[in-house]
């Protein structure tokens, strides 16, 4: 498959991912919500990401710059990652239609905020970052790009690191025992075995 395939299926995937999204960010600016917890650090991160997942990837498929970091790669693997991707989508929609109003870019609880656990939510804690897990690697794969690939999945890695024990911490806060509870019979981002 020519390399343009490849490019103008990222491209795609990336423009994709921002309109399954976009009725949440559209909803979470309407709804009411506390501070936001550790702003200036989740910010970085959140833009950090953002060049990392979408403003590197698209410096890729439209200009020549990045070529330099372009390695052979098996096209069963680039073309693993589309749908790696795609299948990625559903649990991303799914994980939207059931956290609903309650999600939120930053780390932030609304007024009325209630712990979800159903859909993805009941074995999974963190469903929404298994698909950025997702995400990441497939970008990687379709990319078949050094550059592309080590920043994104870095970027990522490195927000996830950072925030998730404050996000945990933050829903131990407010939802004591019954996050607690909740913790012991899930994963974080796979399925706990039983
Ligand atoms: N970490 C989750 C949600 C990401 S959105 C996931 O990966 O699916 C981030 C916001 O979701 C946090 O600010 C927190 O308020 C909220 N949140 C996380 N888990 C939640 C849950 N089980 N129920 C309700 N809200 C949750």
New binding site residues.
Partial sequence: MEEIFYRGALAILIIAFFIIRAPSVISASKTE?TEE?KQTRERLLVLLNFIGMMGIPFVYILTPWLDFFSYSFPEFFRFFGIGFNICGFILLIW?HRT?GQ?????????EE?????TG??AR?????????TIMAISTALISANLFVGVFGIAAWTLLYII??DD?ED??LE??GEE?SE?MKRTGR?IPKLR
Avoid: A, C, D, Q
């Fill in positions: 919500k917890k994980v956290l309650h999600w939120s870019m930053m780390l932030k609880l609304g905020h209630k712990l979800v656990t993805p939510y999974i804690r963190h469903p929404m970052y298994t698909y950025f925030r998730i996000e933050m829903l407010e939802f996050y909740y981002l």
